[in-house]
């Protein structure tokens, strides 16, 4: 298998109360709603929205979509790691749609005063004056602004294709980080029905320019521009796993010694590394032969997998899944291979084997450990 991470080229936030406001290097991507009686922005009293855009290279797409021609099993998903949050209900609904206009992240931040009018903003599309987002009008298939009877001031805030959508709802327990399977999208873009212009994420129709100072929403994560490890990545996941144990005896025995080969310890952040994984009973049986037994590998069951571990957060980069992290096999042994692109530099990581033997799932963790340095 294969998880293949793709990092934002440009992102910014577009804020309905500063309609010309960029805030393309701003650490933070916020879709928040807010209303606040007697504020004085440009817009007055009216309620106000954010909305926030992210786009990826779309050379970096055709390159990870290559290895899926053919490939039954894959998928690709925008993940965003949430900074803030308040006033979360029980029913806040996200969306994320791709965007039908292309746009200019620009150089602005947050309120800078004066203020930064150099990129995509709630109206402009590449600087203040230049480009309007569309807003009446649409073309087929493609929607924007609503509500403008509610706040007249608020057409803007970007285009994006109505098809494909995108939704998480939050309970008041839930995960904030967000994780949207956007595969129909991308085979929009790699199929050439719609142009890569990225994704606008939102809160959804009824939630946004609500009249209501008890109803306000903030959600805030982090930008391409985040000091923390925590940027926002397109993520393919596919099967490419192949199980053929050849001569090899499967592993049915436990306790059992799993050791990891290949792993020379530091990598780049651009390299590719098939890890080998050598297995055998930690006690096997005696048998006359005239090398040592220890030096019998064995394959571990077809239901085998690896996860990777941030050695400081000790939070899962790639967690095990029963597709998308499988472990292989030939006739040396098994194996899996990892892209080191979707790993920070200068952090240490740990591998993490699972597999079932007897019946018992067992979680291997031998501080199998390696660090992604800088070329």
Same mark, same amino acid.
């Given at each position: 298998?294969?998880?293949?991470?793709?990092?934002?080229?440009?992102?910014?936030?577009?804020?309905?109360?500063?309609?010309?406001?960029?805030?393309?290097?701003?650490?933070?991507?916020?879709?928040?709603?807010?209303?606040?009686?007697?504020?004085?922005?440009?817009?007055?009293?009216?309620?106000?929205?954010?909305?926030?855009?992210?786009?990826?290279?779309?050379?970096?797409?055709?390159?990870?979509?290559?290895?899926?021609?053919?490939?039954?099993?894959?998928?690709?998903?925008?993940?965003?790691?949430?900074?803030?949050?308040?006033?979360?209900?029980?029913?806040?609904?996200?969306?994320?749609?791709?965007?039908?206009?292309?746009?200019?992240?620009?150089?602005?931040?947050?309120?800078?005063? #004066?203020?930064?009018?150099?990129?995509?903003?709630?109206?402009?599309?590449?600087?203040?004056?230049?480009?309007?987002?569309?807003?009446?009008?649409?073309?087929?298939?493609?929607?924007?602004?609503?509500?403008?009877?509610?706040? #007249?001031?608020?057409?803007?805030?970007?285009?994006?294709?109505?098809?494909?959508?995108?939704?998480?709802?939050?309970?008041?327990?839930?995960?904030?980080?967000?994780?949207?399977?956007?595969?129909?999208?991308?085979?929009?873009?790699?199929?050439?029905?719609?142009?890569?212009?990225?994704?606008?994420?939102?809160?959804?129709?009824?939630?946004?320019?609500?009249?209501?100072?008890?109803?306000?929403?903030?959600?805030?994560?982090?930008?391409?521009?985040?000091?923390?490890?925590?940027?926002?990545?397109?993520?393919?996941?596919?099967?490419?796993?192949?199980?053929?144990?050849?001569?090899?005896?499967?592993?049915?025995?436990?306790?059992?010694?799993?050791?990891?080969?290949?792993?020379?310890?530091?990598?780049?952040?651009?390299?590719?590394?098939?890890?080998?994984?050598?297995?055998?009973?930690?006690?096997?049986?005696?048998?006359?032969?005239?090398?040592?037994?220890?030096?019998?590998?064995?394959?571990? #069951?077809?239901?085998?997998? *690896?996860?990777?571990?941030?050695?400081?957060?000790?939070?899962?980069?790639?967690?095990?899944?029963?597709?998308?992290?499988?472990?292989?096999?030939?006739?040396?042994?098994?194996?899996?291979?990892?892209?080191?692109?979707?790993?920070?530099?200068?952090?240490?990581?740990?591998?993490?084997?699972?597999?079932?033997?007897?019946?018992?799932?067992?979680?291997?963790?031998?501080? *199998?450990?390696?660090?992604?340095?800088?070329?």
């Amino acid at each position: 298998m294969a998880v293949y991470k793709i990092f934002p080229s440009q992102d910014a936030t577009l804020y309905s109360a500063y309609p010309a406001m960029n805030t393309g290097i701003d650490e933070i991507l916020e879709a928040s709603t807010n209303f606040k009686t007697g504020v004085t922005e440009t817009n007055g009293e009216y309620p106000q929205a954010s909305r926030f855009l992210v786009q990826f290279d779309s050379d970096e797409i055709t390159y990870v979509s290559a290895s899926l021609i053919g490939t039954a099993s894959w998928t690709a998903n925008l993940k965003l790691f949430v900074a803030d949050d308040t006033g979360l209900s029980g029913t806040t609904a996200v969306a994320a749609n791709a965007v039908a206009q292309p746009w200019n992240m620009g150089t602005g931040r947050y309120l800078n005063n #004066p203020e930064t009018q150099n990129g995509v903003s709630w109206v402009w599309r590449s600087y203040s004056g230049s480009n309007a987002w569309t807003t009446t009008g649409f073309s087929a298939g493609q929607t924007g602004s609503y509500n403008l009877t509610t706040n #007249p001031n608020s057409a803007g805030g970007g285009v994006w294709w109505t098809g494909s959508q995108a939704t998480k709802i939050f309970s008041y327990y839930s995960d904030l980080d967000l994780s949207f399977n956007v595969k129909s999208i991308v085979e929009k873009w790699t199929g050439s029905a719609w142009a890569n212009y990225g994704f606008i994420v939102r809160q959804t129709e009824s939630q946004e320019f609500v009249n209501s100072i008890n109803e306000q929403v903030t959600l805030k994560y982090f930008s391409r521009d985040t000091h923390t490890i925590y940027p926002p990545c397109l993520e393919f996941k596919w099967d490419d796993s192949v199980y053929n144990t050849g001569s090899l005896t499967v592993l049915t025995t436990n306790p059992a010694t799993i050791l990891l080969a290949q792993n020379p310890g530091v990598f780049y952040d651009q390299s590719v590394n098939i890890f080998r994984v050598n297995a055998r009973p930690t006690y096997p049986p005696k048998v006359w032969q005239t090398s040592s037994i220890y030096m019998t590998n064995y394959a571990l #069951p077809a239901e085998s997998y *690896y996860a990777i571990k941030d050695l400081d957060t000790n939070e899962m980069v790639i967690d095990f899944d029963t597709t998308y992290t499988k472990l292989s096999c030939d006739v040396s042994g098994s194996y899996f291979k990892l892209y080191m692109n979707g790993l920070e530099p200068e952090r240490y990581y740990t591998i993490l084997i699972q597999t079932t033997i007897q019946g018992s799932t067992i979680v291997f963790d031998d501080n *199998y450990s390696f660090k992604i340095v800088n070329p």
